[in-house]
């Protein structure tokens, strides 16, 4: 029974065993967190969210077997150029689509299909880490060839979350850093890194402040200034929902002490409006208190560190950096959201990765563990297959009466 799931669970284990206590925690806090939304949108029946997620999680683990079984990993090479164009294709649309039909300021975010919607920010997130890991993996070799690797990366980079940022900053700016972060890793000229970090760091204060030129429907930037002016100041527009959602996760931390409150006791949540979303962590941490918060941590920083063991055991570039480019993402995604549940950073609006309420999001980021797990196992497969084809040459060297000598040797380890 064992061996059958191993062949049908590929990859690392630790991995699986990490999404499976993520999935167990996201289930009982999703519960807990949506009493309120379920008796304003499902009529009471607090089972609805809860059956919601299962299938999310179900549909997400398909995701995943799906690509670690199937999918080879050598077409993410091939299809990344393809991603980006129908990336940059779903973000216009959705644009498009939002100024067409009048829409709110969350519908700019989402591109509706005749059977589904989805979030083309999410996609935008695979798509521009292969395509990079594929222009960095095939520019190795000179300096001049990753300085053109750079300029490629950071025009597409840019554009494609200039077209986020127009519906959502905090999900542009997390993109764009966790590009620039891989390319520093990628052996990227440091002085080229830190111009360019130099310079987003200018613009977005020339947005601070210049902010009130903007309509509020672009970037939602008079939404992200209040939300750092509150964060600084603690003066920011009152109508903004940020600040109130701040101040229930703070109390929701503190009500929940070192032990919690216990499963489903929960009643700051009754009081937020994204206690199932963004604030989630903060939810989490008033049932299973500090204990548990901690926990929630360690699970994220065992997935780093497993995306960095992987990253080790790939014998080629564009495998590597195709994991260490998603497996940034999602910890930093995580770790911001739980910075803002604690009060460290300002709002930001993301979701705790396969923890928070699912959506478009949970599908993509289980495309996105999916694709880590596939390199995790094509490592392990050519691992077994090396150590099977050096057994007949161990085997014929230890017949033969001569020994091999040193330059022979060498050229075995080359070829």
């Avoid at 260490?324 to 739980?338: D, P, R, S």
Wanted: charged share 15%; aromatic share 14%.
């Amino acid at each position: 029974m064992a061996g059958k799931l191993a062949k049908i669970f590929k990859g690392d284990l630790t991995l699986w065993v990490i999404l499976i206590f993520l999935s167990l925690i996201s289930l009982v806090i999703v519960y807990s967190a949506t009493g309120k939304l379920a008796y304003r949108e499902a009529h009471g029946n607090t089972m609805y969210y809860l059956i919601r997620q299962v299938i999310f999680i179900l549909v997400g683990f398909g995701i995943m077997l799906f690509l670690v079984n199937v999918v080879p990993v050598s077409l993410y090479f091939k299809v990344s150029p393809t991603l980006i164009v129908i990336t940059v294709i779903a973000l216009v649309l959705a644009f498009i689509q939002y100024v067409v039909t009048g829409g709110d300021k969350e519908t700019s975010r989402s591109l509706t299909l005749p059977f589904f919607s989805f979030q083309p920010a999410e996609l935008a997130k695979i798509s521009l880490v292969m395509f990079a890991s594929r222009l960095l993996s095939k520019a190795q070799r000179t300096e001049e060839e990753l300085k053109n690797a750079f300029f490629w990366i950071t025009g597409v980079a840019a554009g494609i979350c200039f077209l986020i940022f127009l519906s959502n900053f905090s999900t542009a700016a997390l993109i764009f850093f966790s590009i620039i972060v891989l390319m520093l890793i990628a052996r990227v000229a440091f002085k080229y890194v830190v111009s360019l970090i130099g310079i987003g760091a200018v613009l977005v204060v020339m947005l601070y402040f210049t902010a009130d030129l903007f309509p509020d429907s672009v970037g939602r930037v008079h939404t992200v200034k209040s939300r750092i002016e509150t964060f600084i100041t603690g003066s920011g527009k009152k109508e903004v929902t940020g600040m109130k959602q701040e101040e229930y996760a703070r109390l929701a931390i503190f009500e929940g002490g070192v032990v919690g409150k216990g499963p489903g006791n929960s009643e700051v949540s009754n009081y937020m409006e994204a206690g199932y979303n963004d604030f989630i962590y903060a939810i989490y941490i008033e049932e299973y208190g500090f204990f548990g918060g901690a926990f929630l941590v360690l699970l994220y920083l065992i997935l780093l560190f497993r995306g960095v063991i992987i990253v080790r055991r790939c014998d080629r570039t564009f495998p590597a950096f195709t994991v260490t480019g998603l497996v940034l993402l999602i910890t930093f995604q995580a770790f911001i959201n739980m910075a803002v549940s604690v009060g460290a950073v300002p709002v930001t609006g993301q979701p705790l990765p396969w923890v928070s309420m699912g959506g478009s999001s949970m599908l993509f980021t289980a495309a996105s563990f999916g694709v880590i797990l596939a390199v995790s196992a094509d490592n392990q497969k050519r691992k077994f297959e090396e150590e099977q084809a050096l057994k007949p040459q161990a085997e014929s060297s230890t017949e033969s009466e001569v020994p091999a000598t040193a330059e022979s040797q060498v050229q075995d380890q080359e070829f």
